[in-house]
């Protein structure tokens, strides 16, 4: 549990983990590149300049598939003109008046950008051959509600090579398995207000399978994209979005709202680069290139504060004014590393650290990593979010400590040396792989490498250090995050204003 929902546990209905939004890549692997579509041709005996030719048929098979779909649920393609077009809200108020049951919703078609080929022959090798090119083209938007994933939709461009985005919400999955078991509960949008085993939801939700979903896919190309047949190809899915969100659901809004302000507030000035890498489980390294950075926005929906860290982010805001919700965002996997299986030029493979895949089987570790980003972001604000705990703590180690008749002094944030210190053992590097004393040193140049030892008793004796077994490595302590967090904010935000304003 974590220390905030801890610290509220009377006023907390329930914590949930969940999917939320999940956007999926289709290709197909014989064609999705220009040098792959050239050999398909070839394989084929079709003549590279007959390219337009041979694509124009899938054209118009596929658009007779929208129409045979749309006049067999008894509307119109909407063809949308419009730039400014919201197809969200255009859905909604749709499903406002068919309900949620299963089955189509709507199509929807705009002329968009598509990547394409372009037939080409190199007049100094004399060969003929397709080059990758950008054009626009008819898609579909299939917009549809799920028995299992609830409402989906799969974008379909009707000019090869077909690449298929096809998204689905995590939080519709889980309330069919709610709703599949006899579980009472309430939503509002995409937020469950109420469950009546928060528990067992959450057991549900962390037994969404990969297997599952990829066969979801397989089954919606057949549908919406029946050219693959004439083709003889399947798709690759790959990951290009998901969301992971973690709600922490209160009893009240007024329970939310008594402490939300403060959190926001004092988190668009405490989180520091560091603390992003840290919470996503990254070192920040000084030749780091990419966008790092906080965003707070005024939504009519409500405040919300964004850290960014090249194409991850985590947020925090109240959704529906009930629930804190503090969500993980991922649009490209390779950003994330973990041990898994390598396969070597030679052959031979390997367990090793490396950047993630970006398919779909990725999924379950992805899920593993970004919860525990939200659980880190979760322990960091639960620091700073009740100033009388925090003045407590530092109460508590202010005074000296006996231990084995020595005596360690206590701590002051008043002290020059203390407060450097506390900021040394607190930098954000050291939450992920911990520090030695030789890492201390560094940040505390004028000190000694006994020195420095010293020192790490005495913040060990107060209980705001713990040692990893059988190494010479140190972490903070929960006591230790929160004091520590406490009292440079507490110095930095409220006293030395008050003594600037005397």
Same mark, same amino acid.
């Given at each position: ?26 290709? =197909? ?16 005996? &079709?003549?590279? /300049? ?18 045979? @779909? ?6 119109? @393609? %909407?063809? @949308? ?25 709507? $199509? ?8 394409? #080929? ?25 917009? /549809? ?49 109420? &469950? ?15 297997? *599952?979903?990829?066969?979801? =896919? ?8 029946? !050219? ?31 402490? #939300? ?52 982010? $985590? ?23 973990? #041990? ?22 990725? =999924? ?12 880190? #972001? ?12 925090? $003045?407590?703590? =530092? ?15 206590? *701590? ?22 911990? /520090? ?31 040692? !990893? ?22 110095? %930095? ?10």
């Amino acid at each position: 549990m974590d220390l905030l929902t801890e610290r509220y546990a009377d006023k907390i209905r329930g914590v949930l983990s969940c999917y939320d939004r999940v956007v999926i890549h289709g290709t =197909l692997p014989g064609v999705c590149y220009a040098q792959g579509m050239t050999s398909f041709l070839n394989m084929r005996n &079709i003549r590279i /300049f007959d390219y337009p030719r041979f694509a124009e048929p899938l054209r118009d098979e596929l658009r007779k598939n929208a129409e045979k @779909i749309a006049a067999e649920n008894g509307f119109e @393609i %909407e063809f @949308i003109r419009k730039n400014n077009f919201r197809k969200e809200k255009a859905v909604k108020d749709i499903l406002k008046v068919r309900g949620y049951h299963p089955g189509h919703v709507t $199509i929807i078609s705009a002329m968009e950008a598509c990547p394409t #080929y372009k037939p080409w022959h190199d007049k100094k090798t004399h060969k003929t051959f397709l080059k990758p090119s950008q054009g626009k083209c008819l898609h579909y938007y299939f917009y /549809f509600i799920d028995k299992q994933l609830g409402l989906c939709y799969v974008r379909v461009p009707t000019w090869c090579p077909f690449r298929l985005q096809i998204y689905f919400n995590g939080h519709n999955w889980l309330e069919a398995s709610l709703k599949k078991h006899n579980i009472s509960y309430e939503n509002i949008d995409n937020l469950i207000v109420s &469950i009546a085993d928060f528990p067992k939801a959450q057991q549900f939700s962390d037994q969404l399978k990969v297997d *599952f979903i990829h066969k979801k =896919l397989d089954q919606f190309a057949k549908l919406y994209c029946p !050219v693959i047949k004439k083709l003889d190809l399947s798709y690759h899915w790959s990951i290009m979005q998901v969301e992971y969100a973690t709600d922490i659901v209160f009893n009240r809004k007024n329970d939310l709202q008594a402490i #939300y302000g403060q959190l926001v507030r004092t988190a668009i000035h405490t989180v520091k680069p560091e603390n992003i890498s840290t919470f996503l489980g990254r070192k920040l390294h000084v030749n780091y290139q990419d966008e790092m950075g906080n965003n707070f926005n005024t939504r009519i929906e409500g405040t919300r504060i964004k850290h960014t860290m090249g194409p991850v982010s $985590i947020k925090m805001y109240d959704k529906m004014g009930i629930a804190l919700r503090i969500e993980c965002t991922v649009n490209n996997l390779s950003f994330f590393k973990h #041990y898994r299986e390598v396969e070597h030029r030679d052959g031979t493979c390997s367990l090793k650290m490396t950047s993630m895949k970006k398919g779909i089987y990725s =999924l379950s570790p992805l899920r593993e990593l970004l919860l525990s980003a939200n659980h880190r #972001y979760i322990e960091f604000i639960s620091s700073f979010d009740d100033k009388s705990t925090g $003045i407590k703590n =530092l109460n508590k180690i202010s005074k000296n400590v006996v231990e084995n008749n020595r005596c360690y002094k206590g *701590f002051n944030f008043f002290s020059k040396d203390d407060q450097q210190l506390f900021e040394a053992v607190a930098s954000g590097e050291y939450n992920i792989s911990g /520090f030695q004393n030789k890492n201390l040193r560094k940040k505390l140049a004028e000190k000694s490498s006994s020195q420095v030892s010293r020192l790490i008793k005495r913040l060990r004796t107060h209980g705001l250090l713990k040692k !990893v077994g059988r190494t010479y490595k140190y972490y903070l302590t929960k006591l230790g995050r929160k004091v520590i967090a406490s009292g440079l904010k507490l110095k %930095e935000f409220f006293i030395i204003p008050e003594l600037a304003a005397i």
